[in-house]
């Protein structure tokens, strides 16, 4: 009986449901949602043309070194990087002295507590130790960004769609609203005269509801003086740090792509074999089973033979 009325209880949910469904469906077709100014007016990020994208992608230690330059001297004063340890940054080309020296000489210490005291106090980061944050918890985090909440940059290439190329579009799309047009050739404060930036924000279209609390990080060429001499442009910088950013988040990317190739070979190596054992082990096998008919020539001779033999007529 309990089965039976479970039975009926589960189809009366079901039943509701779709009748949700249908009523739902039916009014979304009937009355499309009114357009909006993020929807008309967002864009998808361009091509950063980074070395690491694609199946063959691969580092480029210099552009990591230069991503990492532009993180350390104008993203660190409000980002962290919680998932990242000094030690990683061997696999960027520097040598063991120079991560030493750079976190040794990071500008935030590490939260620590006093042996003598027990209170709470800060030292100097060692190699072993992951990048501190800038701030001391989240709520002194948005006191100093009037109340926006700064990301950790450790994952954020695989935390937003086509990631580094989101990153490298947000940091160099930002626009003036005024006489700001879409691909169709429409003005936004024309289409959408409430859509204004409000104060405190900042007009992008490659965020996605085109208004950021982040000011454009990158202000000028030349904010950063890269050690190997390359010009410091806002669009190298912002592919840099796109490419430094990829590597965060993907610091095994390279191993990655050679197992995945290894793979590959392998496996179109053992299906060839398998195939040519296939044909060898079995092709003969079918020969000597093939169905043969009664009709066939041949059993129908044998069996006249037979017959003739054995005296049966027909």
């Known amino acids: 009986m309990a089965r039976i009325i479970g039975f009926f209880v589960g189809l009366g949910f079901v039943g509701v449901l779709l009748f949700s469904l249908v009523v739902n469906g039916l009014d979304y077709f009937r009355n499309p949602p009114e357009p909006t100014a993020a929807h008309e007016f967002h864009k998808h990020p361009r091509d950063a043309e980074l070395p690491s994208a694609g199946m063959m ?48 000489q990071w500008a935030t210490e590490v939260p620590s507590i006093n042996p003598d005291t027990g209170e709470a106090a800060t030292r100097k980061a060692l190699v072993s130790d992951r990048f501190p944050s800038p701030y001391a918890n989240e709520t002194a985090a948005r006191a100093a960004n009037n109340n926006a909440l700064p990301p950790d940059l450790s994952l954020i290439t695989e935390a937003r769609e086509d990631g580094p ?81 990829t590597w965060t988040a993907e610091p095994t990317l390279e191993r990655r792509h050679s197992a995945g190739w290894a793979v590959l070979l392998f496996l179109a190596i053992a299906t060839g074999l398998a195939y040519l054992s296939y044909r060898n082990i079995w092709a003969e096998a079918k020969r000597k089973v093939a169905p043969r008919g009664p009709l066939d020539p041949e059993n129908k001779a044998r069996m006249d033979a037979a017959k003739a033999e054995s005296g049966i007529a027909g």
């Not at 993180?71 to 040598?95: P, T």
């Open 57 to 104: 992608g691969k580092f480029d230690r210099a552009q990591l070194q230069r991503g990492f330059q532009v993180y350390k001297e104008v993203c660190s004063a409000c980002h962290s990087l919680k998932y990242v340890s000094f030690y990683q940054l061997h696999d960027l080309g520097y040598s063991e002295a120079e991560v030493k020296a750079i976190a040794n």
């Open 165 to 245: 190329n989101y990153v490298y579009s947000l940091i160099t799309g930002y626009a003036d609203q005024a006489g700001y047009k879409n691909d169709k050739g429409e003005e936004l404060l024309k289409k959408f005269p409430d859509a204004a930036t409000p104060q405190g924000l900042y007009f992008n279209p490659y965020f996605a509801n085109l208004n950021i609390a982040m000011p454009p990080p990158l202000a000028a060429d030349g904010q950063v003086t890269y050690a190997d001499g390359t010009v410091a442009t806002k669009d190298q910088m912002a592919k840099d740090i796109a490419a430094f950013l």
